[in-house]
């Protein structure tokens, strides 16, 4: 069972340390003004780094865009006070710098990032400003996309849940990413698992030109409150106290009822979305004076010298104080250096290294029982959730009884409990958004997608936010996420569950990528894939998994692993290199037979196994060997990784070239249903036949 992780005792955020009254973060161990003189310094605090920023764009120090948090305050002074610094994470969107700074975050280290300096935190100079990045503050690394955050928080939260941890999950927008599908997911994942998350509306009336009431029908509070144990808290941000009120309740429901809430704050948006719009095309003067006199910071201003917990004299030494502060914490953000060039295409993979097993760990013959490669893949997993309890199997019907589609993953539910192997909703972002909030908390994801035809609803998770994480955060984050996939055709699977989709994977900087075309090698490499720091995508033929003849193999030790990037020779020979992966290696294998029975015709014959890291290294050895390459390829002849291949080939191995490279691919249009129809458009074996005598005829 995975152990709950250890509360320690927090530190005091940095905007407050100011305040002598301040002993804890927890609200309730501050009176009414000391909680409301916090809240107003970081508050304050923001706005004088706004502006001063916007002016640093106008000096052109550094960055040409600038966005504003003026107005949204409020939101993250108070959820700051609520929070359990370094025991409660945080998922912020842009106009979240009061968050970030009351949670700790230096002033010089955001102002460093906005100017785009080298520094380990907040992306170094990777990504615009306010796309916190902050790991001993449990601030993941956050991206451009609308929305994308809140089912990494619910992942996030889930792994809360299985520690037993008493810890709680804050995550915001603006009122706009209400309209993105995953807000709609995370809020019905959230519920579905009793997740401790605090769902944050920064209501400002706005996305971007568009006004709330184009954006979606009826209130958010109205259309929420259908989800069922979800507590939905509304405020307005001018009025301190209730907003301090609803935030109180949310995090206390979050971290001692295991419930989420999602809290609407309306505040005003008192600039244009950014530097760059100009907002008098959209908003009249009218308009803009009243948003003007819902300016939180004003609201509680005038609450601080009302109650006499501030005076005039008081308020003034006060933000002196602090212009001070911000003009000392610019100079040592301009002090920064900017990234060198020669790191502008890293770091993109987390350095691995498989640990070193005993060479006599296991012995293991030829002659061990044979598999088929949907068993070794099962035992991948068995093997893997009893060494590491951190690894969990999640995705459509993969739990209980069934255990997915083909039953790659039967059995675990059984021997692991549905907290270790349990069944998501029918969506495909959930399941790779929950996988990354997951594998942030230190948990090791395994998830199946039922058909790789159906990744492209979570392709953005996949994509912007996945892949590219490792870079994005200059190194500070990483996720350890497998995305397994079903693939393929030759089993009349129409047009959405036959589709060899790994040229588009490849394409993506920062995904690994395996296509095992055996039981042996399918066994090792998911192993290996399990244990990789790095995000992958593994890659399954659906035709191969129980084919009993080229694909069934020697069933291999726990201890039994096999390093990506590194290719096979599945035959020697001399006369020509056919170089393939997945499905074509079987079909290639018995074309090569045949050709040696009957004509002495040797073919050597690479079977890739994995396409990033690529072994361009075994492949020119074999050209330099035949002087001929063919390359086979499952999938659309266009822009498939045939290409890639023979590509790299021509660059650095043109020289042991006697033919032209060729290809056999599938043909460009979709995979019909019809068996006839099928058989037309995917390669066969008489069309790889055809084209080794062709290749060997020129």
Avoid at 645 to 658: N, T
Wanted: some cysteine.
């Amino acid at each position: 069972m995975i152990q709950p992780t250890s509360l320690e005792p927090a530190a005091l955020p940095a905007a407050c340390q100011n305040q002598p009254a301040v002993k804890a973060l927890f609200s309730n161990s501050l009176d009414e003004k000391s909680y409301a003189l916090a809240v107003f310094r970081t508050m304050l605090l923001t706005r004088l780094a706004d502006e001063k920023m916007s002016r640093q764009v106008k000096q052109n120090k550094g960055s040409s865009f600038f966005l504003s948090s003026s107005g949204h305050e409020i939101i993250g002074a108070v959820a700051a006070l609520e929070m359990q610094e370094g025991l409660d994470w945080a998922l912020p969107y842009y106009r979240d710098r009061a968050l970030a700074l009351g949670l700790g975050c230096p002033l010089k280290e955001l102002i460093a990032a906005f100017l785009a300096k080298e520094l380990p935190r907040h992306s170094g100079g990777r990504m615009m400003l306010d796309h916190f990045s902050d790991f001993q503050r449990r601030i993941p690394a956050q991206s451009s996309c609308v929305g994308s955050q809140f089912l990494q928080a619910v992942g996030v939260a889930k792994g809360i849940k299985l520690k037993k941890a008493r810890e709680a999950v804050y995550v915001s927008s603006g009122d706009g990413a209400t309209s993105q599908g995953d807000f709609h997911e995370a809020l019905n994942f959230a519920c579905l698992h009793h997740l401790p998350v605090v769902f944050v509306i920064q209501d400002n009336g706005w996305a971007i030109s568009t006004p709330s009431a184009e954006q979606t029908e009826g209130s958010l509070a109205g259309r929420s409150s259908g989800y069922a144990g979800l507590r939905v808290l509304t405020a307005e941000g001018a009025d301190f106290l209730k907003t301090k009120a609803v935030f109180q309740e949310a995090f206390y429901l979050a971290r001692e009822k295991s419930r989420p809430s999602l809290v609407i704050i309306k505040v005003p948006r008192l600039g244009p979305h950014t530097i760059s719009d100009d907002d008098s095309k959209y908003r009249d003067a009218k308009t803009k004076a009243l948003e003007q006199k819902q300016d939180p910071l004003l609201h509680l201003e005038q609450f601080l010298l009302d109650r006499g917990y501030l005076t005039l004299e008081g308020l003034l030494e006060l933000k002196a104080g602090l212009k001070a502060e911000v003009e000392k914490a610019a100079l040592e953000a301009e002090a920064y250096p900017f990234p060198e060039k020669d790191r502008a295409q890293g770091p993109v993979f987390k350095d691995f290294e498989l640990e070193k097993i005993p060479a006599d760990a296991e012995k293991i013959t030829e002659e061990a029982p044979r598999i088929v490669l949907v068993d070794a893949l099962n035992q991948a997993l068995k093997e893997e959730m009893q060494r590491d309890p951190r690894v969990l199997v999640f995705g459509e019907d993969v739990a209980k009884g069934k255990g997915g589609v083909f039953g790659v993953t039967r059995s675990l539910t059984d021997l692991f409990g549905l907290e270790r192997c349990f069944n998501t909703p029918l969506a495909e972002s959930t399941i790779i958004g929950v996988a990354m909030g997951l594998a942030f908390n230190g948990f090791r994801p395994v998830v199946e997608i039922q058909f790789a035809d159906y990744i492209w609803t979570g392709i953005n998770q996949l994509v912007n936010e996945l892949a590219s994480l490792h870079y994005r955060s200059n190194g500070e984050w990483h996720c350890p996420v497998v995305v397994r996939m079903p693939y393929g055709g030759y089993i009349q699977g129409g047009p959405y569950h036959s589709q060899s989709l790994e040229a588009v994977f490849c394409h993506l900087p920062g995904l690994k990528v395996a296509v095992p075309s055996n039981a042996l090698d399918a066994k090792r490499l998911l192993k290996t894939a399990i244990r990789d720091p790095n995000p992958v995508v593994f890659l399954e033929h659906k035709a191969l998994y129980r084919q009993r003849t080229f694909a069934s193999g020697r069933q291999s030790g726990e201890n039994e692993l096999l390093p990506f990037g590194r290719a096979k020779v599945v035959l020697e020979g001399r006369h020509l290199t056919v170089v393939a992966w997945g499905m074509m290696v079987s079909m290639a294998h018995e074309i090569a037979g045949k050709l040696k029975r009957e004509e002495g015709l040797e073919v050597e014959l690479i079977d890739l196994r994995t396409l990033v890291p690529f072994d361009l290294k075994t492949v020119l050895a074999s050209v330099q060997k035949t002087g001929r390459l063919l390359i086979l390829q499952e999938a659309f002849r266009t822009c498939g990784f045939a290409s890639e291949v023979a590509a790299r080939v021509m660059e650095e191995g043109f020289q042991y070239l006697d033919a032209p490279i060729q290809r056999v691919a599938g043909a460009d249009c979709p995979i019909p249903y019809n068996k006839e129809l099928e058989n037309a458009v995917l390669p066969q074996k008489e069309d790889i036949e055809k084209a080794i005598r062709r290749l060997l005829d020129f």
